[in-house]
């Protein structure tokens, strides 16, 4: 059987018509190291990008790492091949800015460093150390390998105080050359949560407010994006949430029995080895 027809017309038409991508990026396009750094590009990866810039479709590559400003992590792809403009990465700090702003809220507090801070001062608002106990409208947990106590205390008390928690990422791990690598967000999040009881709000992939932001980001409807991504967790149920194309590859976190293990409206339209395997199936090869 050939790779075409190995996959549902309907989803192939679709991805064929697709306005615009979002992709994911470890263990779709690039794997990484434990410490998140040293990234190579997967296979495919460099051709579909560069395939989608040739045919003028728009993308965007969406990571759940806050370990540096969507600057820096354009700058390091950039440096191993990928042709990217200057606004194609986006992380949940950027999907945090969007949202805070069209809330209004103003005054946020961060468990995170300078890849979580950026986005949000460049979108106006402030900024607040987890130092005491302050008063602001809501607390940001991202990447922060550097927790302590005292920013525990202070988020806690922000809770206490009314402010909403939110987490860029509720994932246990994500994709490296070494393996599985345990995020920082979840467990920090789990200890605010058992303290305060306060409900944790996902502002990352998988929630609908990060899809939306791509969407707004490239001008399209979600009813019009592809998403590509490697986890049966993140990727595809944004996607289905928003009404996308649900794309998932092999090369990460995700495996066979990973996808086919979801309830039918939860499984992905498409499962390919890897992005080169997408390539060949978006131009249309058999």
């Not at 605010?192 to 929630?207: E, F, Q, V």
């Amino acid at each position: 059987m050939t790779a075409a027809h190995a996959h549902s017309r309907a989803a192939l038409t679709r991805l064929r018509a697709s306005r615009a991508f979002v992709l994911d990026l470890d263990g779709t396009l690039v794997l990484g190291d434990s410490s998140n750094h040293g990234q190579t590009p997967l296979p495919g990866a460099l051709e579909f990008t560069r395939t989608l810039s040739e045919r003028g479709v728009p993308f965007v590559l969406f990571t759940n790492g806050t370990a540096r400003t969507p600057q820096q992590y354009l700058e390091r792809l950039r440096d191993i091949g990928f042709g990217l403009s200057d606004d194609a990465v986006l992380t949940p700090a950027t999907s945090a800015a969007d949202y805070f702003q069209r809330r209004g809220y103003g005054r946020i507090l961060l468990l995170g460093g300078e890849g979580l801070a950026t986005p949000l001062r460049d979108a106006g608002l402030e900024v607040i150390a987890p130092v005491g106990a302050p008063q602001v409208d809501a607390v940001l947990v991202g990447w922060f390998r550097e927790f302590t106590m005292p920013a525990l205390e202070a988020a806690c008390h922000a809770a206490w105080n009314g402010a909403k928690v939110f987490s860029c990422s509720q994932s246990l791990y994500f994709a490296t050359a070494q393996g599985k690598t345990l995020g920082t967000s979840r467990a920090i999040s789990a200890m605010i949560k058992d303290l305060t009881g306060a409900r944790i709000h996902i502002i990352g992939k998988p929630s609908l407010a990060a899809l939306r932001c791509a969407a707004r980001h490239l001008g399209v409807r979600t009813e019009e994006l592809t998403v590509v991504g490697d986890d049966a967790t993140l990727e595809i149920p944004m996607a289905r949430s928003g009404g996308s194309l649900a794309v998932a590859v092999r090369t990460g976190l995700g495996a066979d029995n990973s996808f086919a293990a979801l309830p039918p409206k939860q499984r992905p339209h498409l499962v390919v080895h890897d992005v080169r395997e997408l390539l060949s199936l978006y131009k249309g090869r058999s």
